[in-house]
C-alpha cells in the first residue's frame, strides 16, 4: 500500500531582525542589525565596486585589489595584521564578485572597537606592498594555469564571454597578460577611486549594545573625510541580445565528460518580476526534485545532477541551465534541456508544481537568517541591489502571491531557449559535427582561441 508523504507545514510567523541606518559626514552608509544571543559580531564593509568596474584592459582589477588588502596595511606588514586578528581571536574574509568587493570580520561582541578599526585600517589604508604584489601574482598564475584544466571554470567563463561580448560583465577573472603587466600603481590609482566612504557601506549585525555600536562606529571611521570630488558611478549599459541559438565547444581532446551550459541574458536582481522567474526556475531546475533533475538523472540516468538558476546581478544577470555527462550521451542531454527550456516557456507549471515550488522557497527561508553571517549576507544584498528596505520581511508573502500565469509570464520574458548560448566542454573530435544541429558552432581552444568556425547544418 502506498502512502503518501506528509505535505509541508504552516510556515511560522518570521521577522527578519530589524535594522537601523545613518550616514557619516564622509558619506560612509551605517546600517545595523543589533541582535540578543551569542555574544558574536559580524562586521562587514561593502564596496560598490567589483570586476565590472574595471578598464577592459585590466580584468580582473577589482578582485586583484581585494586580494591585496589582507597582505598589509599603512600600518601593519601581512604577518603583523594576521597576528592581529588571531589575537582578537577573530577571522577576516574578503570576498569579491562583478559589482562588490566585500571585507567581514567575525569576533566576540567585546572586541568589537578593535574590529572595527582594523577593518577601516584594511579598507581604507592598504599598503599594496612590492614584495606581497610580487608574490601575489605568482600564485595568480599558478591558479590560472591550474583553472585551464577545470571544465566547470572553462564553461562558466566562456559562457559569460560569449555572452555578454564588450559589456563590462563578459570578464569573470583576470589573465596572464593582465598579471604580468600589473603594476603596484594600477592597484592604488583603482583603490583611490573606488574604496571611498561614500561608495561605501558598513553592516554591523550581533549582540552589541547600541550607543556602545555607535561610539565604536564613530570612533573608527568618523575621522574618514569625504573626498572632493565624489565617485562617479557610471550606469552599467544593457547589453546586446543576441538572436538564434549559438554554439560554443571549448575543446577538451583527452575528456571523457562533456559539461554543458545553456543560457541566455535575463534581469537584473531588482527588477519587479524576479520572484516570478525565481519560482519558474524552481520548477525547472531549481533543486533536486525539480523538472531537469528528475528527468536527467532520476528517469534517464544521464547525470548526477542537472539544475538551472539565475545569476544576482545589478544590471542585466544570466539564466542558466547546467549538467555534466558522458561523451555517447551529450546529445540525448541537449535535447532533453532544450525540451525543457521549450515547455517552461510555453505552458504554464501545474497547480501542484507552482505550490511546490513556493513552498520550497518559503519553508528554506528561515535557513536563510539561521546564523548572523547569514542575516549580514542578505543585508549586503538589499543594499547593494537596492531593494526595498522592508524586502525579507515581505518576501514569503510575494513568493506566496505568485500566481501562474505570472511564472509563466516570467519565463517566457526571460529564458529564451530559440536565442540560448549552448557551451559545451568536451572531446570536439566527437562533438563538433553533431552540435551543428542547434547553430553554428564556434571551436576554441581552453584559452578561447578559434580553432574553427563551423556553420548550422540547415533544416528540412
Do not use: C
Not at 577571522?91 to 564578485?97: K, V
Not at 582594523?118 to 606581497?132: K, M, N, V
Not at 603587466?181 to 574604496?195: E, G, N, V, Y
Amino acid at each position: 500500500v502506498h502512502i503518501p508523504p506528509p505535505g509541508p507545514g504552516e510556515p511560522r510567523e518570521l521577522h527578519f531582525p530589524k535594522t537601523e541606518s545613518r550616514a557619516l559626514e564622509s558619506g560612509l552608509q551605517i546600517l545595523t542589525a543589533p541582535s540578543e544571543g551569542l555574544p558574536i559580531v559580524y562586521a562587514e564593509l561593502v564596496f560598490r565596486v567589483g570586476d565590472a568596474h574595471a578598464p577592459r584592459d585590466r580584468a580582473g582589477l577589482a578582485t586583484l585589489t581585494a586580494k591585496m588588502l589582507e597582505l598589509g596595511t599603512k600600518k601593519r606588514s601581512q604577518e603583523a595584521l594576521a597576528e592581529a586578528i588571531e589575537y582578537l581571536g577573530a577571522s577576516l574574509h574578503i570576498s569579491s564578485d562583478p559589482d562588490s568587493v566585500r571585507i567581514r570580520i567575525r569576533s566576540l561582541s567585546e572586541h568589537l572597537g578593535e574590529v572595527l578599526s582594523l577593518l577601516d585600517e584594511i579598507g581604507f589604508d592598504p599598503s599594496f606592498d612590492q614584495a606581497e604584489l610580487d608574490k601575489l601574482k605568482r600564485r595568480e598564475l599558478d591558479r590560472l594555469n591550474l583553472n585551464l584544466a577545470n571544465p566547470d571554470y572553462l564553461s562558466r567563463i566562456h559562457f559569460y564571454e560569449a555572452l555578454y561580448g564588450e559589456h563590462p560583465y563578459a570578464e569573470l577573472d583576470t589573465d596572464e597578460e593582465v598579471i604580468q603587466s600589473l603594476k603596484r600603481s594600477d592597484l592604488i590609482s583603482f583603490h583611490q577611486a573606488h574604496f571611498t566612504p561614500e561608495n561605501a557601506v558598513l553592516i554591523v549585525a550581533g549582540e552589541v549594545d547600541e550607543g556602545s555600536l555607535r561610539e565604536a562606529i564613530d570612533a573608527s571611521f568618523g575621522k574618514r573625510a569625504a573626498k572632493a570630488k565624489a565617485v562617479e558611478r557610471a550606469e552599467l549599459p544593457e547589453p546586446k541580445r543576441a538572436q538564434g541559438t549559438r554554439v560554443l565547444l571549448i575543446d577538451r581532446p583527452e575528456s571523457v565528460q562533456s559539461t554543458i551550459r545553456i543560457g541566455n541574458l535575463a534581469l537584473p536582481r531588482s527588477a519587479p518580476d524576479y520572484l516570478a522567474l525565481e519560482v519558474a526556475n524552481e520548477v525547472l531546475g531549481g533543486s533536486a526534485s525539480s523538472r531537469l533533475f528528475m528527468d536527467l538523472r532520476e528517469k534517464r540516468s544521464l547525470t548526477y545532477g542537472a539544475y538551472s538558476g539565475v545569476a544576482s546581478r545589478v544590471g542585466v544577470g544570466p539564466f542558466a541551465a547546467m549538467t555534466r555527462v558522458r561523451n555517447e550521451v551529450t546529445f540525448e542531454a541537449i535535447d532533453a534541456m532544450f525540451e525543457h527550456l521549450a515547455r517552461i516557456v510555453s505552458e504554464a507549471p501545474s497547480e501542484t508544481e507552482l505550490e511546490a515550488a513556493k513552498n520550497a522557497l518559503i519553508l528554506s527561508f528561515p535557513r536563510s537568517i539561521d546564523s548572523l553571517g547569514k542575516i549580514v549576507d542578505l543585508l549586503a544584498e538589499r543594499v547593494l541591489y537596492g531593494l526595498p528596505d522592508d524586502y525579507w520581511d515581505r518576501y514569503r508573502e510575494q513568493v506566496a502571491e505568485i500566481g501562474l500565469e505570472q511564472a509563466l509570464e516570467a519565463a517566457n520574458r526571460y529564458i529564451r531557449p530559440k536565442d540560448a548560448l549552448l557551451v559545451v566542454v568536451g572531446k570536439a573530435s566527437e562533438l563538433a559535427e553533431g552540435l551543428r544541429r542547434y547553430g553554428p558552432v564556434s571551436v576554441v581552444d581552453a584559452r578561447g582561441s578559434l580553432l574553427r568556425a563551423l556553420p548550422a547544418l540547415e533544416s528540412d
